[in-house]
Each structure stands twice: as structure tokens, then as C-alpha cells.
């Protein structure tokens, strides 16, 4: 008997929760597919070759993840969108777990439907990520990754010293967190969010290109955070080789980038930067 084969993937637009998801196909790939969301690029994803990552930032991750001990992962991801960084997990790190909270339920839907959800170990759960992170128990992960935008802002509450701590005490001891945020001229927020990851993680690596962390023009940084030790050095020889060079910075300079900065609380958080109107942008 002959297996029912899945339609392929229907390129055009589509209403989500958070305004107009369009799917279209990349022409250098057979198979792969980005995905943008009011015009903001969200999610690339091969589904020929899930260890393909186009995104720089999502490399970045990428890295991190490359670097952890070797063996299946117990992840938890902030964000979906089509699922590129849990699909690489998956591939790379067979056995592993992972459950994805997304607000957007239209979104997951579509990716579900037209690319396809059905990965090994893989669960998707429509959720707030705040409420979403409320409902797990301490010492279940060893990576918990935040990476969800809406209308090209980061997710309200997700940045916040309340919600770092929950995190943390989610995370096994020795696991790891990664962030993707976006900033812009003198990286304010980037700042601000610095000092709250110091008042909560002893170990913290930043992984960004060499302008946005100058604060030359708007882009993504990758935080990655943890109570023991992150393998910079190796972090830093794989993104100064990378096709598209990042800076990892870590200790004295990253204290020096903090300032005076003041962690961000739910009393107290400020608005999320947006790109400038003139930039398509990657977050």
C-alpha cells in the first residue's frame, strides 16, 4: 500500500493573530521556506535540511546549542513561529524533548498545516509565554530559549527581572539560556536587559555583529546566560569565523556595557524597540 503523500506547501498570505503571515519559497533551495509576519521576517526553515540555518542570529543559537554536552536536550522555546531552532535540536540532538509556546495560534496553525509540525519529541502549545512559563516546574529544562516577537516587537513581560527569575529556577543546574532581542542607537533596552540577566545569571555571553553592538544601526543580539560557565572561547572562534563575523563579549566588557543600567522590572519596563520603518528586518 502507498503512503499518502503531504501536499506541498501553499505559498500566498494568510490572516494570523498578530496581522498578515506570508509563506514564500526560497528559489536557492528546493524545499525551504521563509516566513514573515507584517512584513517582518520571522522564521526560515529547510525542510529538506533541518540543520540549515539561514538566520544569522538563529546560527548563533545554533552555536550555543553545538557547544552544550552532548546528548538529548530537555528544551523549552518562548516563540515558534515555523519551529527553525527546535527542528535543528531535534536533528542534531536525536531523543531530545521539547515543547514551544507561541501566542499566536493562527501562526501555528499555518506552519502546522503547510510545513509540518510532526517532529520527533516536538510539542506546540498555544500560550502567553508569561502564562506559559507559570505552568512549569522547577528543574525540568536544560535549555530554555526566548525568541517571540509581535508586530516586530519583543513579546511584553518576557524581558522582566519576574520572568528572568522564573526561568532560571525552570533551568536544571548547569542549563543554559538564550535570548534574541533587538536594538537599535546607543542599544538602550539591550542595556537595560544586560543588567537584568546580571542580577540573575553569574555566567553571561553576548553574540552580536560588530555594528549593532557599536550601536551603529538597528539588529539582533543573542544573549546566552547560565549559572555555570559558557564555552566563550570556543563561542567566539565559531562566530569570528562565521560567514557573516559576530563579536562574542563577555566579563569586564559586558559590565562596561551594562553601565549604570537599570534592571527591568514588570513596574518598570520600558517599550521594546521597533525597526526603523525604512529596514525589513530578521527577528
Request: glycine share 10%.
Amino acid at each position: 500500500m502507498s503512503r499518502t503523500r503531504k501536499p506541498a506547501p501553499v505559498p500566498g498570505r494568510y490572516p494570523v493573530r498578530f496581522g498578515t503571515a506570508e509563506l514564500l519559497r526560497d528559489a536557492d533551495r528546493a524545499n525551504a521556506w521563509l516566513v514573515s509576519v507584517g512584513g517582518v521576517a520571522q522564521s526560515y526553515v529547510d525542510l529538506d535540511d533541518p540543520a540549515h540555518l539561514e538566520f544569522d542570529y538563529v546560527r548563533r543559537f545554533g552555536d550555543v546549542v553545538d557547544l552544550l554536552p552532548p546528548g538529548p536536550l530537555d528544551a523549552l522555546h518562548i516563540g515558534g513561529a515555523a519551529c527553525t531552532l527546535p527542528r535543528y535540536v531535534a536533528f542534531t540532538r536525536p531523543g531530545s524533548r521539547q515543547l514551544v509556546f507561541d501566542a499566536d495560534g493562527e501562526l501555528v496553525e499555518l506552519v502546522r498545516t503547510q510545513l509540518g509540525l510532526r517532529v520527533p519529541g516536538l510539542r506546540a502549545r498555544v500560550t502567553d509565554g508569561r502564562e506559559g512559563l507559570a505552568t512549569r516546574r522547577e528543574d525540568t529544562a536544560d535549555l530554555v530559549v526566548v525568541d517571540a516577537f509581535e508586530q516586530a516587537a519583543l513579546a511584553g513581560g518576557l524581558a522582566t527581572l519576574e520572568s528572568l527569575r522564573t526561568i532560571a529556577a525552570i533551568l536544571r543546574p548547569g542549563g543554559t539560556y538564550l535570548a534574541n532581542i533587538t536594538d537599535g542607537a546607543g542599544l538602550p533596552f539591550a542595556r537595560r536587559f544586560l543588567a537584568t540577566l546580571r542580577e540573575v545569571f553569574p555566567q553571561i555571553a553576548l553574540l552580536a555583529d560588530p555594528g549593532v553592538l557599536r550601536g551603529r544601526r538597528f539588529g539582533n543580539l543573542v544573549f546566552a546566560a547560565s549559572a555555570t560557565a559558557l564555552p566563550t572561547a570556543e563561542l567566539a572562534s565559531r562566530t569570528a569565523s562565521a560567514a557573516f563575523p559576530a563579536r562574542c563579549v563577555e566579563g569586564p566588557e559586558l559590565a562596561k556595557l551594562a553601565g549604570k543600567a537599570k534592571p527591568i522590572t514588570d513596574e518598570d519596563a520600558p517599550a521594546a524597540p521597533k525597526p526603523p520603518e525604512d529596514i525589513l528586518g530578521v527577528f
